[in-house]
């Protein structure tokens, strides 16, 4: 079984790229994944809140719901977020460090609401592995997904080794391999801190070679770690069923 854990309705991109969730299921389909967790950015979260609901209403099989937090001093978002877990069954939230401040006077109480209502946190810390370190301190009940291993893209390996090292010492922490370009620090990771605190992501779709090229490609990826066949399956599915109580 295989569930992308980072997929999004919208991108951040320059060109914030959209996806219909019947794009996403068809690509689903032609990579072998079962499940893919779907939300939005780039808009207010009671718009990205919609956006996900009516994915996981037209697919609820396949695709989950997370609510995407932008809180703002002005507009603390808290009010939609709580519906969408309360009253919509969202089970997650998505929070974006290029988009929202991630000091704590503008996100903590969206950390506080997760903690609440026991749903994780899919973190972008944008490569600042500072206010990962100080939310997992403050929040050590809350599962913390930290997107990328801490920074999309990164060829920077000790920024890389700090996120795991901090993943070492704060149990609620959980690194998704989306974006992730050294494969073998997932290889590294899986010995430091366990294939049960990684989770499979694609960060899609992107349309490079194709869209179901992407995907297959990033599965593939895991496939040929040199790990074993149980610490891969915790990758693709076990570590998010767990923290999502999928069944
Ligand atoms: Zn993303």
């Known amino acids: 079984m295989i569930c992308d854990s980072h997929c999004h309705l919208k991108h951040g991109n320059k060109e914030r790229t959209e996806y219909t969730p019947e794009a996403i299921v068809k690509i ?52 939609p977020i709580e ?51 100080r939310i997992a301190e403050a929040f050590p009940k809350t599962t913390l997904i930290v997107a990328h291993f801490g920074q999309y893209l990164s060829t920077n390996r ?28 997932i290889t590294e990771a899986v010995t430091r801190i366990g294939s049960d605190r990684i989770a499979f992501g694609i960060d899609g779709p992107h349309p490079y070679p194709s869209l179901s090229g992407y995907a297959q490609e990033e599965c593939q990826k895991i496939q040929a770690l040199p790990v074993t066949d149980a610490d891969k399956e915790n990758i693709y599915w076990n570590t998010i069923a767990r923290v999502l109580k999928l069944s």
């Open 28 to 79: 689903m389909d032609e990579a072998g994944i079962d499940k893919t967790v779907v939300f939005a950015m780039c808009l207010s979260s009671a718009t990205a809140i919609e956006m996900a609901h009516q994915a996981h209403q037209a697919f609820p099989d396949r695709l989950i719901p997370y609510a995407y937090a932008i809180p703002h001093i002005s507009e603390p978002a808290i009010e």
């Open 83 to 133: 519906r969408a877990i309360t009253e919509l069954g969202f089970p997650g939230i998505k929070i974006h460090g290029g988009e929202t401040r991630l000091a704590e006077y503008i996100i903590d109480p969206v950390f506080e609401l997760a903690a609440r209502h026991n749903v994780p946190c899919l973190v972008d810390f944008v490569g600042n592995a500072d206010h990962c370190k």
């Open 158 to 185: 000790d920024l890389i080794d700090r996120f795991i090292h901090l993943a070492e010492r704060h149990e609620n922490l959980i690194l998704d391999t989306s974006g992730v370009v050294l494969p073998w620090k």
